[in-house]
């Protein structure tokens, strides 16, 4: 089956912890996508890449890292830096033609103990 | 700068009655335009997808909008509520891939549907 997995599906985390959110791909997709959604506030993007071996900054970097290592996969790291780090996060990606459709993984929920 | 707006946080229909979720966007140049939904605790799923081709857009499970360039809006309709549309819905519109291809989210709007 082709499509986008996230996991895992629910992660806490501990105070002063760092946790990798996993993203892989399998419809060849050129780029990837996190973003993240709080309650009545839409999605915000967090980072996004285009190749592999480059990403940029969305509108709410601060506190999260990520890597493109292979066109496959894209994970994000929540840092210890990102003092409010509870919400639902999306992953998607999208061909670089194709209109403009992203297509989404059924997301991972974090939560701090 | 481009942005959308969603006119309602919730909306409340009956089953079978006309469903009619409100989309106003802002943009320097011809958009391209969605509508995603998103049920309880899962991703989002492509409703419909405007390109300039038609102003009239069809899209699954029965769902339409209409972009209306005068007006600078996309209302995503339906003429017959099912429960299973109960979800929320968001209007989106995207930047060209030159400029990183993002997707720029309204605030959802949250359907109820009544029995």
């Known amino acids: 089956d082709g499509g986008i997995t996230q996991s895992p599906k629910y992660l806490f985390r501990k105070e002063g912890q760092n946790v990798t959110l996993s993203c892989e791909q399998n419809l060849n997709h050129d780029a990837m996508y996190w973003y993240r959604q709080d309650p009545g506030q839409g999605l915000r993007l967090i980072y996004y890449s285009q190749i592999v071996n480059d990403f940029q900054k969305g509108d709410i970097a601060e506190g999260y890292s990520v890597s493109r290592e292979k066109k496959e996969s894209f994970p994000l790291t929540v840092t210890s830096a990102q003092k409010n780090p509870t919400a639902f996060y999306l992953c998607?990606?999208?061909?670089?033609?194709?209109?403009?459709?992203?297509?989404f993984g059924a997301g991972t929920r974090l939560s701090v103990l | 700068a481009q942005s959308v707006t969603q006119l309602d946080s919730h909306v409340s229909v009956s089953e079978g009655t006309p469903v009619l979720l409100r989309c106003n966007y802002s943009?320097?140049?011809?958009?391209?335009l969605f509508w995603y939904v998103q049920h309880p605790n899962k991703g989002l799923q492509l409703l419909l997808k405007y390109t300039s081709a038609a102003t009239l857009v069809k899209g699954i499970n029965g769902f339409e909008a209409e972009f209306k360039k005068s007006e600078t809006s996309f209302h995503l309709t339906k003429p017959s509520a099912h429960m299973s549309d109960a979800a929320e819905y968001f209007c989106v519109v995207s930047l060209a891939y030159n400029q990183g291809g993002k997707l720029i989210f309204g605030q959802g709007t949250e359907l109820s549907v009544k029995p």
């Open positions: 943009s320097s140049y011809s958009p391209s």
């Open positions: 998607a990606s999208r061909f670089s033609a194709g209109g403009g459709i992203q297509y």
